[in-house]
């Protein structure tokens, strides 16, 4: 028999979703995991996309590009910037499963 959605995690069901995953019922150390990995996989998503961007540019005849413009200016602010809007979200979805209970 399968079970819908409601019975798998409650009647409720007002629990915030992205693409499909619930978010709800981390603990501390997972949420600041998960902070740090959207972090993570932001730096390295804008990184590659800028190195293909920037080599584009070269192949299109301009001038060489020193690639470290990828990792200063494109990476490492998307990544901060994720990280700074990553913590407090998931510090609150934790705080607000803790005061639930």
């Known amino acids: 028999m399968v079970r819908g959605a409601a019975d798998v995690h409650g009647a409720g069901g007002r629990a915030g979703r992205v693409l499909g995953f619930p978010l709800e019922g981390f603990g501390l150390f997972q949420s600041l995991l998960l902070a740090l990995a959207s972090a993570f996989f932001t730096f390295f998503l804008t990184t590659c996309i800028a190195i293909f961007a920037l080599l584009g540019w070269r192949f299109a005849g301009h001038p ?8 200063r200016d494109v990476g490492f602010p998307a990544g901060v910037l994720v990280l700074l809007l990553a913590l407090p979200y998931f510090l609150v979805l934790w705080v607000k499963a803790k005061v639930a209970k």
């Open 64 to 71: 060489g590009v020193d690639f470290t413009i990828t990792y």
